[in-house]
């Protein structure tokens, strides 16, 4: 066969005479009309190559449904394995969107309520968790002893632990 051999005139010809038979059966398989003409164009890029192993054991029409009943198999999984990675993006992004949702939140909370606290505690606690820094650093930032500092954190937790759970008997 010439067109397998590359002889362009002959593999124009063979388009030609089985493109609207090729087209129509890949608008069985696929049931629309734009998925039909991507696979029919997608057979017949890959066609030239394919014809190579065309050795002319059965007729060329059924050699070529075969090819495109694989080009559809192939579509078809290459679409599910995308189909399955956007749904695990997605899970992971409504996560992370979660995720970051509950630290504002907590953020927020922890913001508002340290306007409850009185001051030395607040700075204690705008040093450490706001800035993350440790105990020595903001004992150092404070001039005071890490014990000091310590002690604050602890005054501190206690009296967020008990607004929290007087807000949450609200």
């Known amino acids: ?23 129509a059966f890949a608008f069985r398989l ?20 394919k014809l190579r192993g065309f050795r002319g054991e ?12 694989n080009a ?18 997605g899970d992971w992004e409504v996560a ?5 949702q509950q630290e504002t939140e907590t953020l927020d909370w922890l913001t508002q309520t340290m306007r409850a606290l009185p001051d030395d505690l607040r700075e204690t ?3 450490t968790l706001g800035e993350d820094m440790t105990q020595a650093q903001a004992a ?3 001039g005071l002893s890490e014990g000091t500092i310590a002690w604050r954190m602890s005054d501190a937790k206690k009296r967020l632990r008990a607004l929290h759970e ?5």
Request: glycine share 4%; charged share 30%; proline share 1%.
């Open 1 to 23: 066969m010439a067109a397998a051999g590359g002889d362009r005139d002959a593999f124009a010809a063979l388009l030609s005479r089985h493109y609207d038979r090729l087209f």
């Open 30 to 49: 696929t049931g629309h009309r734009a998925e039909a003409e991507d696979l029919t164009q997608d057979i017949c890029v890959a066609l030239p190559v």
């Open 96 to 100: 992370r969107q979660a995720a970051i």
């Open 58 to 69: 059965a007729r060329f029409t059924t050699w070529v449904y075969r090819v495109a009943v």
């Open 125 to 127: 606690l705008a040093l």
């Open 72 to 89: 559809a198999h192939d579509r078809r999984r290459k679409r599910a394995s995308h189909a399955r990675a956007a749904d695990g993006w």
């Open 166 to 170: 007087k807000e949450s008997q609200a």
């Open 140 to 142: 150092e930032v404070l």
